[in-house]
């Protein structure tokens, strides 16, 4: 009777302290909204229904499953009443619930951590989740008893943030949590022996097992130092950079299967950019030879913190369901062609913004999609959608752009010419004087643009890496500029840069992220993938409108606009007015032809981008190969090693023999006769001999010592050896090293004929001998059993 | 600390393999959050197994049991008494006793928190239902530390044993031939009256009265003499038990062979009681433990009783008859047999011959695995009666008290079989099939 009711009450005290510990671990979230408190105060009511509930489900003797039906039914419940319109779950309340969720999960889309109070709240997506996982410690804990499996759930929501925020978990909610863990872990081992056996303590008082007992001392000491030595020993241990293997570390942490994702552009261009393989994400089938420069996303706006896509206006009539208007600012004049597109995106490209051609004539995705009047790029109208494989046509237009026209173009109109030179307050005087400094003397805003575009690709030395950490904001600006320890980076600080200097010497200018170009995978089918994901600027002209330039070094972007090399042409050779189209193709100042120049560039190892031979994962494809081979082999070379050292010991060589005996028959599955004399030994041990092997050996040979008296005549002899060297003072029969090894062959081989093919195998490739632990002695000492020992003092210890 | 690192369960070494894999990857990926977690895993399991294995204490433990032969269904008591004799050891001590499974639950204690010179003394009952000689002990000591990474495990190195003799029921007394002087009266006299000549001596023992010293004696041996005034004759009997595993039927607890042995065991108490000297043979020849000595009747129990405690089925097909041999066999036989084959006409025949009329009980072992027709003779009863045996046949509803006393009547005995309460002769609670 006692033992029953005590069972329940200490499945309280479990059940309590898991739920603590599931709290407390979730302070861990506390990074992905702005206070914490909305969603941690609800959690304490609601992690104490769970585990009420489950004591009380438990209580009652249901089955584990129906425990936990029952608490996911409460969590249903507690959603319902907490976020439905009404009490009762009716299917309206549970459609206004999910409503709350959706937002909650739009928010969490598009707001980056941590999510500000003024945004949709996020809460009830945190509230769930812990109570989800508040259940799950529960039902591993208590539920079926298995503490340590509880730890998977709670290392799940400690982890979480570290995945998704790239940021750890401030010390003292680990020490917290991880001595909760601890704490549920002894809980249940003092249940556990509580239920072995009767205690016999050092007085009645302790039988509670609540006095100042050193068993008490002892879990606190053991746990309180295994937490102390988890906070500061990481500071000792070093995180290798494993950037030094080609961008290895986005790689592995990224994970092989993670969709790419872009929500915020600017931020998830870089993550994308140095993923560790090269995914396709989108295909183009055109006639459009080479299709470069696509857009996704537009950012209009410089913050000072970084560039931001600004606002849209998406009403219905603008759906990319048919026609575009005319590209921003582009005049009549300007001669163009329109070629056909069909898109197909892959699974796993999430976009809120479709992939679309530089410039749109018209395009067919859909009511859901739709296009702002202003930056002409297309983004979802409705929450939830989202590109992954989505299929759609549109219709690209390609301008032929004049360099002279550009030169010749008026100031721009006021309603761009004022947003789009916009600069924040902050914007360092540094970066426009340096603007003035590399425009100086070029007579027109298209030359200074020129200039700007050779100053980053050429004159200013810049590098093109993906090292630096991302960043477009005001700091990151000055120090991409810096002479002296800057000017590295990868397209999005060339992109930011050159249109935050374009702003400055008021050129409107805009940033673009897109693909660059593709990879021509069959004819007219292009294949754009992660690596292809770039970013460049816009500037505007009269006349042209929003025109491309490529500030990013030939390293990354192997050619520039044409019309940014046509002035060239131009200044040297005025007899040559117009286009050549045999150079559209080559980089604006560099001495070598394209093809080359770009090819080089890879060589030189700026990362291995653009390397067309996946270098890394063969690399880690072997070292794991490699790992696999010598984890396979090492059994045998232990095994080898250990033979080799049992014969090279000075010691009696019989005993070598022996030991060698004795290690071959563990391997082989033989069990060895422990405790008996050699003699007593040897003869249980022919037992299992059996003919040598040959080809006609079964399966299951026959064994016993008259299948091999060769085998058995060595034993034999082994034996005497032995005997003689362990008991005889002077020992008459004295066999070489050479004959003993002979003689133990000879054993073994009969050994291996009596022994079934699969404990060969076992014995060749993982051979116990050297695998099992010589634990037996700690185990089990010899019990010498005494006969009528009463009242005889035994000892242990 | 090696010793501890041998001792990690299955759930320690789960902890530093996972939290050996957490660091690895931590360091490679550069995430000190999962380091934290990796070191607290591995770190857990190693210092509890350094302090585990560091922890020197030495268990002191008498062990007693009271008392050492019991019958069968009779409890014992077993005492415990354990010292720590060292220092405080870390972690939990799980004390089990190892008892065979046939005397009940093992006993298992926890202690906690004992300092040096903590003794305690606890006591278990053990109780089987089967006869045997049953080693208890050794007792195990495993430490186990408060999280459950580390287990390692002693043990004290003493046994006691316990023997469970075979139950037994009283016997009503019939005529009994046999007695060494073949008269009627077949009990233990005193001399009569005799010379100084015929007098036999002895040494001296404690108690003994001094008046019957004999000097003349004493002064030849040069210790001290006492004349024998007790009859220095004895009557002697011999129990036969058939335990060829072939000569019975069934299994365990309800084969023919424990009804044998629980047969034989009343039969030699009954006998001792009479006074006589006995000794027991089995189909594997004589017991070195129950051969004729010179024994107070009272005394002469125990070891009879414990030798058919650990009576087994033998393997042999035929009896072994070298006892016979050792001339002057003399005395009562009564055998307690099984099955019995034409092989075995010789040996019954030499027995017969070797002594006065033997008296046998003769299971009918088929019986024992069906049922069988109760009226119809026990054809091994009427074989040995043809070799002019007195032999009754037995079946599992039989009683022994009532055959005992067929027995007699068969000899031209005179008591009326149903006089006594009647006792079942298998043993109760065992339904014979």
Known sequence: MMASRSAPALGVHLAVVAALTTWITLFAWGGFVASPGSYLNPLVGALALVVAVGVLSRWARLTPLLVLGTQLLVVLVYANVAWGSSLLPTLDSLRAMWATFESAITAAREFAAPVPDNA?????????????????????????????????????????????????????VFCLSALGFLAMLSLQERDRIGRWGRTLSVDEGDALGFGTGTGNRHTLAIGASATALAVFLPVLIPTLDLHLLGGGAGGLGGGNDRDVRITNPMTDLRRDLVLGEDRPLMRVRTSQPNPEYLHISLLTVFTGQAWTPGGRDLPARQAADGPFPEPNGMADTVPRTTVEWDVEIMDNFRSLWLPTPEYVDSMSAGEDWRFDSETLDVSAARRGIDTAGKDYGASSLVPQFSAQAMADAGAPPVDIGAPYTELPNEF????????????AGQPTDYQKAVALQQFFRRDGKFRYTTEPPPGNGVQDLVSFLDKDTGREGYCEQFATAMAAMARSIDIPARVVVGFLSGEQVAPDVWEYSTRDLHSWPELYFEDSGWVKFEPTPSGRAPSVPSYTTDRLVQESNDALPSTDSSLTNQPSNAPRPTESAGSSAAADGNNGQDDGFPWTPVLWTLGVLLLMVVLLLAPRFLRQAATKRRWRTDGDPAEAAWAELRASATDLGVAWPAGRSPRAAASLLQRAFGAPLGPDTPARPVTGARTNPEAVAALGKIVRALEESRYSPAATFTPGDEELRALVATCVAALEGGATSQARLRATWLPASVLTLQRGSAQRPTVTRVRSTQDVVDHVG | MREGLAGLTARGRAFVAAGTTAVVCAVLLGQDALTRVGVLLVALPLITAYLVGRSRYRLAL???????????????????????????????????????????????????????????????????????????????????????????????????????????????????????????????????????????????????????????????????????EEQPWQSRATLFLDNRLEAH????????????????????????????????????????????????????????????????????????TDWLSEGGHTGLLVAVLGDLGTGDRPVLTRLQHHGATPLAITLDVDAWLGPVDPDSDVASATFLTSLGWRAVGARPADRLPSLWQELGRRAGGIVDARSERPVPLTPPGIVAR
Not at chain 2, 285 to 302: F, I, K, V, Y
Request: overall charge positive.
């Open chain 1, 428 to 439: 360092p005087q540094s970066v426009r004087d340096l603007a003035t400094e590399v425009t």
């Open chain 2, 249 to 320: 039927r069934g299994h365990g607890a309800a084969s023919s062979l424990e009804t044998a042995v629980s047969a034989a065991a009343s039969i030699a108490l009954h006998l001792s009681q009479r006074g006589f000297m006995v000794r027991l043979v089995t189909a594997d020849g004589e017991d070195r433990n129950t051969l004729w000595h010179d024994r107070a009747s009272s005394q002469n129990t125990a070891p009879l009783l414990e030798a058919l405690a650990v009576v087994t089925a033998s393997q042999r097909r035929t009896f072994e």
């Open chain 1, 120 to 172: 949709p709240s996020v809460a009830p997506l945190l509230i769930c989740g812990g109570m989800l996982c508040g259940l799950l410690v529960d039902f591993f804990a208590v539920t079926l008893r298995r503490v340590p499996v509880a730890g998977l759930p709670l290392l799940m929501i400690y982890s979480l943030p570290v995945s998704a925020l790239d940021r750890s978990v401030s010390w003292l």
């Open chain 2, 62 to 228: 008498v062990r007693t049991i009271t008392p050492q032969l019991v019958t069968a269904g009779q409890p014992a008591q077993v005492q415990l008494e354990i010292t720590n004799e060292g220092r405080t050891p870390t972690g939990v001590l799980l004390l089990e006793d190892h008892v065979p499974y046939v005397l009940g639950t093992r006993p298992r204690f926890v202690v906690e928190g004992i300092s040096h010179g903590w003794n305690r003394a606890v006591s278990y009952q053990v109780r089987s239902d089967l006869r045997g000689r049953f080693e208890i002990g050794p007792m195990t000591v495993r430490v186990a530390d408060p999280f459950g990474l580390v287990e390692l495990g002693r043990a004290f190195q003493t046994t006691v044993s316990l023997t469970v003799t075979p139950r037994t029921v009283a016997l009503p007394t019939i005529p009994l031939t046999g007695a060494w002087t073949g008269s009627g009266d077949n009990r233990p006299r005193a001399f009569a009256t005799g010379s100084a000549e015929d007098v036999t001596v002895r040494e001296y023992r404690r108690g003994d009265d001094l008046r019957r010293v004999h000097w003349r004696s004493s002064a030849r041996t040069g210790e001290l003499m006492v004349r024998r």
